[in-house]
């Protein structure tokens, strides 16, 4: 490995956002943020997909989410603990290995035709990613000064959302178009009436999902062995090995900023998993689209999610990164409240809207909560991602509101759908909060 970058402040008086010596490095680490990305959204309309293939409920097809970010939750602290004994690089190579182990895993699962199978891949898969984001993000906000640490991850993890896209293209064309098409109804008369040829035609599905997840884990292997040969520079602090774990964690729960910051984190990932996931559902049940056409809106909502993450990074060279998120959290919530209580296509425009406000949420918080940790932020960084469990246990509890009967308000009946999009409604305002704090109570300079 090269020299160690440092982290510290430049004596300019404008330090570069990304260093020119750590160029290379820098642009070769960002490549991950769409590997994940490409996961988590090749995945949100498998939820939908599972549910008509295997004839399961809202409830046990969101199951789906529970194990990707479940993986997430559980990987976290032990990923950190790793990194800070070995290295950002190594956590790295683990991560890549466990991602493709998972999406290799697809094909005994689909073998078996067994939910459980493809549950437990999806958790090996997420474990692999929490290695790469729990190295990932602090190694970028570590790769230059730490002025300029929170729009460098902004810029970093601008490349998500294109990872992002092409998931939802892939699902879109190679996945859901490929499915066989019989309704919900006609596949459970057939499972009573033909179960041979019920079983044929689940299997004939399950192997369409199984192509895609399969090549991802070979470019996934190559992605390996790239970043085994590739020389990747050491931050500062990063040859101390020692764990000081209990005077870590001491640091950590008497940081308020912090703390509350994971909770912050652990409601944004909860409320993008929601209104990414069930936008399907709400496309289908509200305006009877096809699944197709329902994860064609999906695609322009992270069309807007890419534009407005670029320009809110800009916007950050202006405005506080707190203010600004107080202020989008805002609109989300009242872009929410259209979801609801608007009916029709406009209220799934709203629905599509709300990704021009989550866009610049989770980087934001990162940066934000890990601000002044040094090399605390090792450890800090398992926090946040573990708070990405949020979207394991959200989407089940949105899908189990699904599955209820609608709610007459006395003014208006509203569909068990648009009730659900109440969670979404509460996670704004909890984002909202933590917004305003880190603006106002834990000091303007966040």
């Known amino acids: 490995m090269s020299d160690v970058v440092a982290t510290g402040a430049g004596t300019g008086p ?44 809202n409830f046990e097809s969101s199951l789906v989410q529970f194990a990707f970010y479940g993986g997430y939750c559980v990987m976290a602290f032990p990923a950190a603990l790793f990194i800070k004994r070995f290295s950002y690089k190594t956590g790295i190579l683990l991560g890549l290995a466990l991602y493709a182990a998972g999406c290799l895993m697809f094909i005994p699962s689909g073998w ?53 896209f092409l998931g939802m293209l892939v699902a879109r064309n190679f996945i859901l178009a490929r499915l066989d098409q019989t309704d919900e109804a006609s596949r ?61 964690l001491s640091r950590l729960f008497t940081n308020k900023k912090y703390i509350e910051g994971v909770v912050a984190q652990a409601f944004y990932v909860g409320v993008q998993i929601m209104c990414w996931t069930f936008i399907i559902q709400y496309a289908e049940n509200e305006l009877g689209m096809a699944k197709t056409t ?99 246990l959200m989407p089940p509890m949105q899908g189990w509101i699904m599955d209820q009967s609608a709610v007459n308000l006395g003014f208006m009946t509203l569909s068990s759908t648009r009730v659900s999009f109440v969670l979404p409604l509460i996670c704004f305002v909890v984002i909202a909060i933590y917004g305003f704090r880190t603006s106002n109570v834990h000091g303007h300079k966040y």
Not at 112 to 141: D, K, R
Not at 199 to 224: C, E, R, T, W
Not at 225 to 240: I, M, N
């Open 112 to 164: 078996m035709m067994a939910f459980w199978a493809f549950l437990l891949s999806y958790f090996v898969m997420t474990c692999g990613l929490s290695f790469l984001e729990t190295s990932a993000n602090p190694y970028i906000l570590a790769m230059g000064p730490e002025e300029t640490a929170t729009q460098r991850l902004n810029f970093a993890q601008s490349f998500n959302p294109m990872g992002s």
């Open 14 to 57: 404008k330090p570069r956002v990304i260093p020119p010596e750590i160029l290379g490095s820098f642009f070769l680490v960002t490549a991950l943020f769409s590997l994940w990305g490409f996961a988590n959204d090749i995945t949100n309309p498998m939820v939908a997909a599972f549910k008509n293939i295997l004839l399961i409920s």
């Open 294 to 392: 329902a994860q064609m809106h999906n695609m322009v909502a992270m069309i807007i999610f890419v534009s407005s993450r670029f320009i809110c990074t800009f916007l950050l060279k202006y405005f506080s990164p707190g203010g600004l998120l107080m202020n989008l959290s805002i609109g989300g919530l009242l872009l929410i409240l259209g979801t609801i209580f608007i009916q029709g296509i406009w209220g799934l425009y709203c629905l599509i809207g709300v990704s021009a406000c989550m866009s610049l949420m989770f980087p934001t918080i990162y940066g934000i909560a890990l601000k002044g940790l040094g090399d605390d932020a090792k450890l800090g960084a398992a926090g946040l991602i573990m708070a990405i469990g949020g979207g394991s």
């Open 188 to 248: 459970r008369i057939l499972r009573e009436t033909a179960p041979e040829q019920f079983a044929a035609m689940s299997q004939n599905d399950l192997n369409v999902i199984i192509g895609p997840y399969v090549f991802l884990g070979l470019v996934v292997l190559a992605a390996l062995v790239v970043f085994a040969v590739a020389r990747l520079p050491r931050s500062k602090g990063e040859e101390d090995t020692s764990l000081h774990l209990k005077a870590s």
